[in-house]
C-alpha cells in the first residue's frame, strides 16, 4: 500500500513538472541548453508593418499636432503602430483651446488653421506617413455641433447652436430650428423622444446640439467632409458618439445616414486607392438602446469598451482565467476595437496604471486574433493641446507586443492558461511563436514552465530578453523579465533601444543631454549632420550641448544598432537668452512678428483680451503679473477684438496654454506654431 501511494505521488510530481507553470525545484540542475538533436529554426524574418490599416495596430495621437506625428513618424514604425489617429480635424470651437473643443466643431471641413496645425500640415503628414507605410486615421464629429454654453436651451429645451456654426455651415446653422430654405430643420428638436430616439434624436452629454443626421443637406455635408479628408491622404476614421447616429434598423426612428454617407466614402476611397478598404470605426459605449450591434457592425467596427476591464483584476489575483474568459462585445474579433483606457477614461480618472502595467495589458489586446487595439498617447498633466505627454509608446515592452502582432495577425491563435501564465499560441505554415503573460511572483533568476500545446519542439528567443527557449515536449522553459511578459519567437535578433533624457527643448546657458541604451551592439550620435565627427558610446553617454551650437541651435542625432535592426533618431535644441519683464516666447514665426496678422493674448482668470506684450529682437515677451495663465491668438490683420471680455470665435489659430511648470520656466520654444 505504501509502495502505491509512493508511485502515484512520483507520477503526480511528473505531471506537474511536464504540464504546470511551475518553478524548477531549488538545486535542480537548469537545463538551459537544448537538447543535441535540436538546431535553431532557419528564420530570415524581419519585422514590418501589415499592409493593410486594419490589420494593424493604431496609436492615439491625442493633442499631438500634425507636426508632432510628423516628426515622429520613424519613432511610431520602429514601435510597430501601423495607424495614427488624430484629434478631431474639423474647425474647433475656440480654436482648440482646449481638447474638448475640438469635440464641439463648427463645420464640415478639415480646418484650415487650428490648435493641430494647418489642413496643408495635414496633407504633408499624410504623405509623408505614407513613405513609411504608416496610416492616418482622423477623428470625425458628426453627431453634434457646438454650443453656446453648457445651459443654454431653446424655448424647447433643446441646446442653443453656438453662432460660429453660421461662418462655416450657413444652412445648416439658418435651418438650426425651422425650415427656412427648403432643406429641411437641421437640429433634432425631440427632447422627450422615447426607445432608440432617447439616444438618437438627443445627445444628453455637455448640452450639446444634435444634428438631424436624416436630413439629406446634413448628409451631403457629412459625405463632402469625408471625401476632403480622404483627398488629403487620411486612412480611415473614427466616428465619435457613433450610437447617438440612428441606423436604418432604429425602432422608432430610422435613416439611411450611414448608407448616405460611410458607404459613398468607401466606394469613393476604393476608387482612389486601387480597391484597398476604408479603415472605419464608431464610438459605441456600452450597449444601445432597443437596437441590434449588428446594426452598426453592418457597416464599421465598433468600439469594445468592456474587453480590458474584465480582466483587469487578473493581475491582483493571478488569475490568468480572467483573460480568458473575457468576453467580447461582439462574437466576431474583427468587428471590434479596444483600448486599455481611451482619452475620456484617462482624463476623467483620478488614478492611472504605470506605463507597465498598461503595456502587460496591451499585450492581451495585441495578440488577440483580429481584434483592433487602439493605444493611448497619454496626454500632459495640463492636458495642453500640442504637447507630448508621454512616450511609453515606444517602450520596448509595447513594442514587442505590437511586432508579435504584425508577425501573426494572419496565424491561427490558440489561448490557454497554465497556472499563472496566459498563453496565446501562433501558427501558420512556416513560422511560430507564443506570448506568455506570468501573472504570477516573477524572479528573473527563475525558469518556468509553461505548456505550449500546438508549438513544435525546437529553440525559440524571448524578443526582450534575448535569451533561448527550449520547448521540449510541448512545454517552454522561460525566464521573465520583472514584467512578466515573454514574446517568444524563432527570431535571435533584439531590438536597440534607446532613451534621451529631453527632447527638442530650449535651453538658458547650457543643456546636458543623457542618453541610455539597451540591446545594443553599437551606438554612437555626431552634431548638425557632421557624421565625420562621430562619436561612440556604450549604455550611458552625457553629451554637452552649448559648444556644438551653431546659429543659436545644435542638432543632435543618435544612431543604435543591433543585428539588422538599426534606429536613427535627430533631436533639435535651441540655446535662448532670457529677456527680463516677462513670459518669453521664441523661434516665432515671423509672419507672426512682422505684422502680417493680428496677435492676441488671452488670459486665464480673468478670462480677457489684451495686447499686453513687446516684440524684442524676434522674442516675444508677454507681460503675466496677475496671470496664472494664458494663451496666444492669431487673428486676420487688422482685426479688432470687440468683445475683451468673451472668447472671440474668429481665432484663425491659436497656441497651448502657458501655464503651470511652463509658466513657471519663463519661456517657451514656438518652432513649429
Not at 510530481?13 to 518553478?23: D, H, N
Not at 509553461?450 to 534575448?466: F, I, Q, R, S
Not at 541604451?517 to 553617454?541: L, P, Q, V
Request: glycine share 8%; with cysteine.
Amino acid at each position: 500500500m505504501k509502495r502505491s501511494v509512493l508511485c502515484i505521488c512520483l507520477i503526480l510530481i511528473m505531471l506537474l513538472t511536464v504540464f504546470g507553470c511551475g518553478k524548477s525545484e531549488p538545486g535542480e540542475p537548469e537545463q538551459t541548453e537544448e537538447p543535441a538533436a535540436f538546431e535553431d529554426f532557419a528564420d530570415d524574418y524581419t519585422d514590418r508593418l501589415p499592409e493593410n490599416a486594419e490589420d494593424g495596430l493604431t496609436l492615439h495621437a491625442f493633442n499631438w499636432t500634425y507636426h508632432e506625428i510628423l516628426i515622429n513618424l520613424e519613432n511610431i514604425k520602429n514601435a510597430g503602430f501601423k495607424n495614427v489617429l488624430t484629434m478631431p480635424v474639423q474647425t474647433p470651437k475656440s480654436a482648440g483651446s482646449s481638447w474638448w473643443a475640438f469635440y464641439q466643431p463648427l463645420s464640415f471641413t478639415i480646418a484650415e488653421n487650428s490648435a493641430l496645425g494647418t489642413k496643408a500640415e495635414l496633407i504633408e503628414l499624410c504623405s509623408e506617413a505614407e513613405k513609411y507605410d504608416i496610416c492616418i486615421l482622423a477623428d470625425i464629429v458628426v453627431n453634434h455641433m457646438a454650443n453656446i454654453d453648457d445651459n443654454a436651451k431653446e424655448p424647447d429645451g433643446t441646446p442653443v447652436v453656438f453662432p460660429g456654426v453660421a461662418e462655416y455651415e450657413p444652412l445648416i446653422y439658418n435651418n438650426r430650428n425651422e425650415d427656412i430654405d427648403g432643406i429641411g430643420v437641421t437640429f433634432h428638436h425631440n427632447p422627450s423622444a422615447g426607445g432608440s430616439g432617447s439616444e438618437t434624436q438627443v445627445y444628453a452629454y455637455g448640452n450639446l446640439p444634435d444634428l438631424n443626421t436624416s436630413n439629406e443637406y446634413v448628409q451631403e455635408r457629412v459625405l463632402s467632409l469625408l471625401k476632403e479628408c480622404i483627398d488629403a491622404g487620411i486612412d480611415g476614421f473614427r466616428f465619435d458618439a457613433a450610437k447617438h447616429i440612428e441606423t436604418e434598423q432604429d425602432p422608432q426612428f430610422p435613416s439611411d445616414f450611414w448608407d448616405s454617407t460611410l458607404e459613398p466614402a468607401k466606394d469613393y476611397y476604393r476608387s482612389l486607392t486601387g480597391g484597398k478598404e476604408l479603415y472605419v470605426y464608431g464610438e459605441i459605449l456600452n450597449g444601445t438602446q432597443g437596437r441590434d450591434l449588428s446594426c452598426y457592425t453592418d457597416h464599421m467596427r465598433i468600439t469594445d469598451d468592456g474587453f480590458t476591464a474584465q480582466f483587469k483584476s487578473a493581475f491582483a489575483k493571478k488569475d490568468p482565467s480572467l483573460i480568458l474568459n473575457a468576453a467580447l462585445k461582439v462574437g466576431d474579433a474583427e468587428k471590434l476595437i479596444a483600448w486599455v483606457e481611451s482619452h475620456d477614461e484617462y482624463v476623467t480618472s483620478n488614478t492611472h496604471y504605470s506605463d507597465v502595467r498598461v503595456a502587460k495589458y496591451w499585450s492581451v489586446i495585441a495578440a488577440k486574433k483580429g481584434l483592433g487595439g487602439l493605444y493611448l498617447a497619454r496626454p500632459t498633466d495640463e492636458l495642453s493641446v500640442g504637447q507630448i505627454g508621454s512616450y511609453a509608446f515606444e517602450s520596448e515592452y509595447v513594442a514587442v507586443s505590437n511586432r508579435f502582432h504584425n508577425r501573426f495577425y494572419d496565424a491561427e491563435s490558440y489561448e490557454s492558461a497554465d497556472g499563472t501564465c496566459y498563453i496565446n499560441e501562433k501558427i501558420k505554415p512556416g513560422d511560430q511563436g507564443v506570448l506568455i503573460l506570468n501573472l504570477g511572483d516573477v524572479d528573473p533568476d527563475e525558469t518556468v514552465e509553461a505548456a505550449v500545446p500546438h508549438l513544435e519542439d525546437g529553440n525559440y528567443y524571448d524578443a526582450l530578453t534575448g535569451r533561448k527557449v527550449v520547448v521540449k515536449d510541448r512545454v517552454a522553459r522561460v525566464q521573465f523579465e520583472a514584467n512578466g511578459l515573454a514574446v517568444i519567437t524563432r527570431s535571435k535578433d533584439l531590438h536597440p533601444q534607446l532613451r534621451v533624457s529631453e527632447r527638442d527643448c530650449s535651453f538658458l546657458d547650457d543643456k546636458t543631454i543623457v542618453l541610455e541604451t539597451k540591446n545594443c551592439e553599437e551606438s554612437w550620435y555626431w552634431f548638425n549632420g557632421d557624421t565625420s565627427d562621430r562619436h561612440s558610446f556604450t549604455e550611458r553617454a552625457e553629451v554637452t550641448l552649448s559648444d556644438r551650437l551653431k546659429d543659436g541651435k545644435v542638432d543632435l542625432t543618435v544612431v543604435v544598432r543591433n543585428g539588422k535592426n538599426t534606429f536613427e533618431q535627430t533631436f533639435t535644441y535651441s540655446r535662448v537668452e532670457l529677456m527680463e519683464g516677462g513670459f518669453n516666447l521664441f523661434n516665432l514665426d515671423q509672419r507672426y512678428l512682422n505684422g502680417d496678422f493680428e496677435i492676441y493674448i488671452w488670459s486665464w482668470s480673468p478670462g480677457r483680451w489684451s495686447k499686453n506684450y513687446e516684440i524684442r529682437d524676434g522674442v516675444m515677451v508677454v507681460d503675466t503679473e496677475g496671470l496664472d495663465g494664458f494663451l496666444i491668438a492669431v487673428f486676420e490683420k487688422g482685426y479688432q477684438v470687440t468683445d475683451i471680455n468673451n472668447w472671440d470665435p474668429n481665432v484663425l489659430k491659436q497656441s497651448i496654454d502657458f501655464k503651470g511648470d511652463i509658466l513657471k520656466q519663463g519661456f517657451f520654444d514656438m518652432t513649429g506654431f
